[in-house]
């Protein structure tokens, strides 16, 4: 067991972990201005000319899964390969970029192209590739995904009722679809729709996922839905009306009844990525508790001698240095052993991680006061944003699901348990 980094590992932490300090960082008050401007749903300048210098020093779509992943279901060629990093090093990478909202799309590696990406790259036909893709990795156009559905518990993605029907050389879309992330951005041209083929069929082979072009005829965006009255322009999340929505046949990605498959294999690298993230967000949000809390006077002393925030600093650096070490671990059995080995610490992770920030973002607050919950210092957005974290990917109550039957497969009663078990209970119910 090494904790150490490697040389590899170093390398790419490091370029990005200069870039955001010398370009991104920087660039926060333009972005703000830019931002304010005008339109909210539009292009933000500032940061189309930071991608365009993140591409020409070669620090761009990094989350790209290795050659080598055995994911492939179709001939490769290189023009759609990143630099190849493994999930244990874009870890280290994605945590840098949590630091600032928008750098992670300054590296063309923010949500929800990322995952989408990831799906054309692994299960998308050639001709899929050269529409979709080449312009995804190149920064030209964005992307979203609809899965969840507001009829429905949608954390339960056996329920969508979003229907995708074969009409000939088409199928046919009609559902409605909300937590539409990115489908505010008007460079969103293109989305991954999951919905139902085959009601009849067994219950994790009904859905599918297509590629939907939002500028299709019958694709309805009702209203878009802010997150503690934050928009999260232009990105944005959208509810959206699929009314007889007509697509190629040539549009499904690998095939009717092969959308849970396809869901298993974007979302356990998305996971990562948003806790990794997120510990750089909790990082941002100590230092900031730090430098206000010894900046400030309260009762004849600076605010940080008085005893209850030692103890809340103290606890927060534990937190996260703990939860950084549960997500490293995960991405490395990822890279090890696979995402189906890493099913428990990937649940365990994407249960720890947003939970710790919003306690370490929630103490921030309360040490700037007023300032706290205002827009000045950023903390109020960070903690609507991890809230939603709470949520996105499956909820906590799934994965804590999941974490606990596996803990109780692995502890099975042992012989004669079970019977005494019952025998005690049934003398004490008879008293």
């Known amino acids: 067991m090494d904790f150490q980094p490697t040389e590899r590992q170093q390398y790419w932490r490091d370029r990005v972990r200069n870039f955001v300090q010398d370009h991104v960082r920087?660039?926060?008050?333009?972005?703000?201005?830019?931002?304010?401007?005008?339109?909210?749903?539009?292009?933000?300048?500032v940061v189309e000319d930071l991608k365009a210098k993140a591409k020409d020093q070669?620090?761009?779509?990094?989350?790209?899964?290795?050659?080598?992943?055995?994911?492939?279901?179709?001939?490769?060629?290189?023009?759609?390969?990143?630099p190849g990093l493994t999930n244990l090093e874009y870890a280290l990478c994605a945590e840098e970029m949590g630091r600032i909202g928008f750098a992670s799309e300054t590296f063309n590696c923010s949500a929800p192209d990322t995952g989408n990406m990831e799906v054309l790259h692994r299960y998308g036909t050639r001709d899929q590739k050269d529409r979709w893709l080449a312009p995804l990795m190149q920064g030209e156009i964005r992307s979203a995904f609809l899965m969840t559905e507001p009829q429905v518990a949608s954390s339960d993605a056996t329920n969508i009722e979003c229907r995708i029907d074969?009409?000939?050389?088409?199928?046919?879309?009609?559902?409605?679809?909300?937590?539409?992330?990115?489908?505010?951005?008007?460079?969103?041209?293109?989305?991954?729709?999951?919905?139902?083929?085959?009601?009849?069929?067994g219950r994790h082979a009904q859905q599918s996922m297509v590629l939907m072009p939002l500028d299709a005829p019958g694709v309805n965006i009702l209203?878009?839905?802010?997150?503690?009255?934050?928009?999260?322009a232009p990105h944005g999340h959208m509810e959206i009306e699929l009314k007889d929505v007509r697509i190629p046949a040539t549009n499904m990605l690998l095939g009717e009844g092969r959308g849970f498959e396809i869901?298993?294999?974007?979302?356990g690298p998305g996971r990562i990525h948003h806790c990794m993230r997120t510990i750089g967000v909790a990082e941002e949000a100590l230092e900031k508790m730090c430098r206000r809390l010894q900046a400030r006077e309260a009762f004849g002393k600076p605010i940080y001698k008085h005893s209850v925030w030692e103890e809340r600093?103290?606890?927060?650096?534990?937190?996260?240095?703990?939860?950084?070490?549960?997500?490293?671990?995960?991405?490395?059995?990822?890279?090890?052993?696979?995402?189906?080995?890493?099913?428990?610490?990937?649940?365990?992770?994407?249960?720890?991680?947003?939970?710790?920030?919003?306690?370490?973002?929630?103490?921030?607050?309360?040490?700037?006061?007023?300032?706290?919950?205002?827009?000045?210092?950023?903390?109020?957005?960070?903690?609507a944003h991890q809230r939603t974290l709470r949520l996105a990917d499956g909820p906590d109550e799934v994965h804590a699901r999941s974490i606990a039957r596996m803990e109780f497969a692995r502890h099975t009663p042992l012989p004669g348990e079970a019977d005494d078990t019952l025998s005690s209970g049934d003398m004490g119910a008879t008293r």
């Open 26 to 45: 920087p660039a926060v008050s333009t972005y703000h201005a830019q931002d304010a401007e005008g339109d909210r749903w539009k292009v933000i300048q």
């Open 223 to 232: 209203r878009h839905l802010p997150v503690f009255g934050y928009d999260d």
């Open 263 to 267: 869901a298993q294999g974007r979302l």
């Open 313 to 383: 600093v103290a606890q927060a650096r534990i937190d996260i240095d703990m939860t950084r070490l549960l997500c490293l671990k995960a991405a490395d059995m990822m890279d090890k052993v696979g995402n189906k080995a890493a099913k428990q610490e990937i649940a365990m992770i994407k249960v720890q991680a947003p939970n710790m920030a919003l306690r370490i973002i929630d103490n921030a607050i309360q040490a700037h006061g007023g300032g706290g919950v205002s827009e000045d210092f950023g903390l109020a957005k960070a903690y």
């Open 58 to 82: 070669g620090i761009w779509n990094l989350f790209m899964p290795p050659r080598n992943d055995g994911h492939h279901h179709v001939e490769e060629s290189f023009e759609f390969e990143g």
């Open 166 to 201: 074969r009409d000939g050389d088409d199928y046919v879309i009609n559902g409605r679809k909300w937590w539409s992330s990115g489908a505010g951005d008007p460079r969103c041209k293109i989305a991954i729709v999951m919905g139902k083929t085959d009601f009849s069929a």
